[in-house]
């Protein structure tokens, strides 16, 4: 059965502060892993598709990485626009539906 | 503007009521989805359709039905066997259910929070 787990739960940073996001998950035969992004009362909006290890994408601050067994999303100088919730969601070959983690709730402080 | 469209953004049961939340997509998308959200859990899936007149149950399907009658529509009915109905509640859409590396890419609405009275 496939498991996505997301550390840390909550994360609190200064603008400015950069850090990362860490996705650990288990798959027989990843085909993708997902990021997306979640504001309060919202529907979650997408970030990246990763396919392969050693791929990254990069999207204004937000970087992803993929490994064969996790994924990291950097976030370099964030600012308070950047809080939000953080998903990550795999999917494996000959699968019709993605497997989500709980989340990481990151707030960046001004 | 293409997306999707969920109404209510707020709904209240009664108990012993069924209610309906409405998920309405401009986007041509074949596939189509319904998303349970619980606060600190992930999203969780409740019924799929990949395609008119077809659905399959997901994860937590008990207590819930659907319909696909239509392939801009995806109706989610809570009926009164849900003892703890209570969730914000997500619809998605996708291009196609087929497999196709374009299809896992999911656009959301913008969610129905359903309380118990």
Not at chain 2, 33 to 56: A, C, E, K, M, T
Request: with cysteine; hydrophobic share 30%.
């Amino acid at each position: 059965e496939d498991q996505v787990t997301q550390s840390p739960e909550a994360l609190r940073l200064q603008e400015g502060e950069s850090s990362s996001l860490n996705c650990s998950y288990t798959v027989s035969g990843l085909r993708g892993l997902f990021w997306y992004r979640q504001d309060p009362g919202k529907g979650p909006e997408f970030l990246f598709t990763l396919y392969s290890a050693g791929e990254e994408k990069e999207k204004e601050r937000l970087k992803a990485t993929l490994t064969k067994k996790e994924s990291f999303l950097h976030i370099t100088a964030p600012k308070p626009e950047d809080s939000a919730t953080y998903l990550c969601a795999v999917i494996h070959q000959g699968a019709q539906k993605l497997v989500f983690g709980q989340g990481t709730r990151l707030t960046i402080n001004p | 503007d293409g997306g999707i469209t969920q109404s209510p953004k707020y709904l209240f049961r009664k108990e012993g009521q069924n209610v309906t939340l409405s998920c309405e997509q401009n986007l041509n998308h074949d596939a189509m989805y319904w998303y349970r959200q619980d606060p600190g859990q992930g999203l969780r899936l409740i019924y799929y359709s990949q395609i008119v007149n077809d659905f399959q149950k997901g994860d937590i399907a008990e207590g819930y039905s659907v319909s696909r009658e239509k392939k801009e529509s995806f109706p989610l009915t809570v009926t009164s066997a849900q003892k703890n109905p209570t969730a914000f509640y997500l619809c998605a859409s996708s291009y196609t259910g087929q497999g196709a590396a374009t299809n896992e890419k999911l656009f959301f609405g913008s969610g129905t929070q359903l309380s118990v009275l």
